[in-house]
Structures are given as structure tokens and as C-alpha cells.
């Protein structure tokens, strides 16, 4: 059967009638895991101001954050596998509720140790909740049009980062004390702790808050019937599944692929507002704008990418977007002031479409092991915990946040690999594709 031309691809439906409301309801997860993450990432300035901390410190929250992703995805396989995609979107919502809920006791204690833990559950949660959401996307329709529809539902979850940017802006960032380490560092032990009290009120009001309004999502999921779209197969192995995606070298490298660019997305967005701080000379609230820029941007340009992609191959648009990325990362490095700000505020529209584009290039074809393979792809977000720790070591030892951009750089290099590699390549792995299904 010949390989179909991008013009009848680009023609293929998104999704049917009948599975359109289900569509809806799991792209609205997309945009709350995009709160998630973002809230996330302005948390590292939040807590190196409140508890005085350096950059590889409050590293660890990525590390927390991104390490659960990697450590409940493969059991979120396993879980949808025996059940249902609404199950495992029920259970990963749940979890993400309790991790909310665990930063009021943890703003108590008032320890690092506990938010860490809080945002580890929190994080474990929606380690769950992609892994079941991504392919349940993929399989909503025609496996013609699978990358594209995957683009069109991740295209909120910018709309998401935006709303958690916004909410971190105002409800934890501008709540901050104006002092800094070191008239903390003379204050008395009672005063600091009132100050580090009220910051820290903020920080589990707003998590609190988004766990409350998780509470009704997963009742009105709960509520609505959805599709199982279940694997179709004879039952098999875990083993059996594991050997032929290894066999898969399209899918390795796309996994591969996907722990650079996490890695690199992470930790260009950890760092964004700390970066802005030194060349603008901003405080945390002002310089959170430039990061709500970048979201924008980021959500603007996912749409205009997912457009694109009815008459340009997504492996060529992975490709030009890494391409375009590395020199943004070059002139954030080298370039000072507004020039390089400007330059990191760019790197998110290039980045718009990377995840959702390797998770669909990576994808084709598994057929069956859809689900397993899946939480591969989830299991790579790894790549988010590793890369930010990487950075702050580099700004911390060198004294220099611009140099340790040569990280993400690095990581989009590899991208664009993976992206020529699925064009050489794109002929024998659409037609395994074709023979499989």
C-alpha cells in the first residue's frame, strides 16, 4: 500500500462526533498540567528568596518534581494497561489534588524537605495523568492525523503555563518580602520566621487553591462516560513489549530525544527570572513578566505550528525549530541586557512544538504497545529533573547564569538530530507503521 502524500494527511479528521466531548474534557487536563508545571518553575525563585537558598538548592525542586515523573510513569502503564485511559486519568488527578493539599501542613512545618515531598506526589500525579492523556489523544482518530491532533490538545497546555504564571505572579512573587539573603541574614531569628511564615502562606494558598478546583474536575470526569479505546491484541508480556519497542530505533531515539528537550525546556523557563534579575536588574515580580511573555509566545506559536504541519512534514519543523533554538540559547549566552532577554523570551516559540511533535514522531506505529510505550516517552521528563541541576551547578561554580545556557543548547542539538533522523528514515517507519496496523 503506497505511503500517503502530506496533502491526504493533512485532510485526515482529527476526531469523530461521537468522541469529540471526551476530546474536550482530556485536552482541559492538558491546560492544568501546564499550571502545574509552571507554577513549578517560578518556585525556584520564590525559594531562593525565602529560605535564602543558591541555584543548584533550589534545583532540587526540579529534581523532585521531574524525578516523580519518571518514577510513577511506567506503573501508570501498567495501571491503564490492566484498566482504562479514564482510570488512570481518575487516579492521576486524584494524586495531583493530594500533593496540593499537602502544602498546607508542609507551610506549617515550614520545611523545605516537606515541600519537596508535597511536590513529589503532586508531580507523581500528573506523571500518571500524561502518561494517560498522550495516548489517549493519539488514539481518538485516524493514526494519519495522530501528531497533529496530539499538537492541537498540547496547544493548551501553554494556555495553562500562562494561568500558572499569572497565579504565581500574583499570588505568590509579588507577596514576597522585599529583603534580601543578607539583611535576612541580620535579622533576628523571631522576625525571620514571621517573614518566611508569610511567604510561605502564600506559596500553599495558591497550591491549595488549584487542589480544591482539581476536586470538581475529577468529579465531572468521574461523571462523564468516555470511550476505553482498549488495546486490541492478544494479551502479552510486559517483557514482549519491552523487546520490540528496544527493537524500535525510531522510538528509542524519539525517547532519547524527549529526555533532551524536557531537560532543556526546564531549564530554560527555571532560570528565566533569575537571568532577567541580573541584566535587567528586576525583582522576582517584574521579572516574571518576561517569563508570561515566553509563555505567550509559547502558546502562540503551538498553534501556529500545529497549522503548519498540514503542508510541512513535523520532522522538518522539528528540525528548523531545534535549529533556531541553539542560536537563541547562543545570543542569551553572549549577548547582555535587553538583547539577551529578548533572545530567552524567543527560545520558548521555537520550543512550542517540540514535545508534542517527538511524543507523536515517536509513537507511530506502536500499535499495541501504545500504552507501554507511552510511558517511555513520560519516563524521559527525567530529562527536566537532571538538566536544571546541571545549569545551577555551572551558575553557581562559574558565577555566570549566561554560561550555563550551553546546557540547553546542548539539549536541542539532539532534537534536531532525532528530527533529520525521522525524515532520512521516514519512508521505512511510516511503512512498518502501515504493516503493523
Not at 60 to 66: E, G, K, L, P
Amino acid at each position: 500500500m503506497p505511503v500517503q502524500t502530506m496533502k491526504e494527511k493533512g485532510k485526515a479528521a482529527l476526531v469523530s462526533r461521537e468522541t469529540l466531548i471526551p476530546f474536550i474534557l482530556i485536552t482541559s487536563l492538558f491546560l492544568l498540567w501546564g499550571l502545574a508545571n509552571n507554577m513549578t518553575d517560578t518556585l525556584l525563585a520564590a525559594f531562593k528568596k525565602i529560605l535564602s537558598m543558591t541555584d543548584t538548592q533550589t534545583s532540587w525542586i526540579q529534581m523532585a518534581f521531574y524525578g516523580a515523573y519518571f518514577c510513577l510513569a511506567l506503573p501508570a502503564a501498567i495501571f491503564i494497561k490492566k484498566y482504562s485511559y479514564k482510570s488512570g486519568v481518575l487516579l492521576g488527578l486524584g494524586l495531583f489534588a493530594v500533593g496540593g493539599m499537602l502544602f498546607y501542613p508542609a507551610s506549617i512545618v515550614m520545611s523545605y524537605g516537606f515541600f519537596l515531598f508535597a511536590l513529589y506526589v503532586l508531580a507523581g500525579g500528573l506523571s500518571i495523568l500524561e502518561t494517560s492523556a498522550n495516548p489517549y489523544i493519539l488514539v481518538m482518530g485516524p493514526e494519519e492525523s495522530a501528531t497533529r491532533r496530539l499538537n492541537l490538545a498540547q496547544s493548551f497546555n501553554p494556555v495553562g503555563s500562562i494561568i500558572g504564571v499569572l497565579l504565581s505572579k500574583v499570588f505568590i512573587l509579588s507577596k514576597l518580602n522585599v529583603a534580601e539573603a543578607e539583611e535576612r541574614s541580620q535579622m533576628s531569628p523571631e522576625m525571620l520566621r514571621s517573614i518566611q511564615q508569610e511567604e510561605l502562606s502564600s506559596v500553599m494558598g495558591t497550591y491549595v487553591g488549584v487542589a480544591l478546583f482539581l476536586v470538581l474536575v475529577w468529579i465531572l470526569i468521574k461523571m462523564t462516560p468516555m470511550p476505553k479505546a482498549s488495546e486490541l491484541g492478544v494479551p502479552d508480556k510486559l517483557a514482549n513489549g519491552f523487546k520490540r519497542l528496544m527493537a524500535n530505533k525510531n522510538y528509542v531515539f524519539g525517547v532519547l530525544a524527549q529526555f533532551f528537550y524536557v531537560g532543556a525546556q526546564i531549564g530554560v523557563w527555571s532560570f528565566t527570572i533569575r537571568y532577567v534579575m541580573q541584566e535587567l536588574g528586576h525583582n522576582e515580580s517584574d521579572a516574571s513578566n518576561y517569563y508570561l511573555i515566553a509563555m505567550f509566545l509559547f502558546t502562540g506559536f503551538r498553534f501556529v505550528f500545529t497549522a503548519l504541519m498540514k503542508i510541512i512534514r513535523p520532522s522538518v519543523l522539528l528540525s528548523l525549530a531545534s535549529g533556531l533554538a541553539i542560536c537563541c540559547t547562543l545570543v542569551v549566552i553572549y549577548a547582555n541586557g535587553m538583547v539577551g532577554a529578548i533572545a530567552l523570551v524567543g527560545i520558548s516559540g521555537c520550543m512550542s512544538m517540540m514535545f508534542p511533535t517527538i511524543y507523536g514522531l515517536a509513537a507511530q506505529g506502536l500499535g499495541d504497545d501504545t500504552k507501554l510505550g507511552g510511558s517511555g516517552l513520560i519516563m524521559a521528563i527525567l530529562g527536566g529533573a537532571v538538566f536544571p541541576v546541571i545549569q545551577g551547578l555551572i551558575s553557581d561554580n562559574l558565577q555566570s547564569i549566561q554560561l550555563s545556557y550551553y546546557v540547553p543548547a546542548g539539549c536541542f542539538l539532539v532534537v534536531m538530530a532525532y528530527g533529520i533522523y525521522h525524515y532520512n528514515h521516514k519512508i521505512e517507519i511510516m511503512a512498518a507503521a502501515k504493516a503493523k496496523n
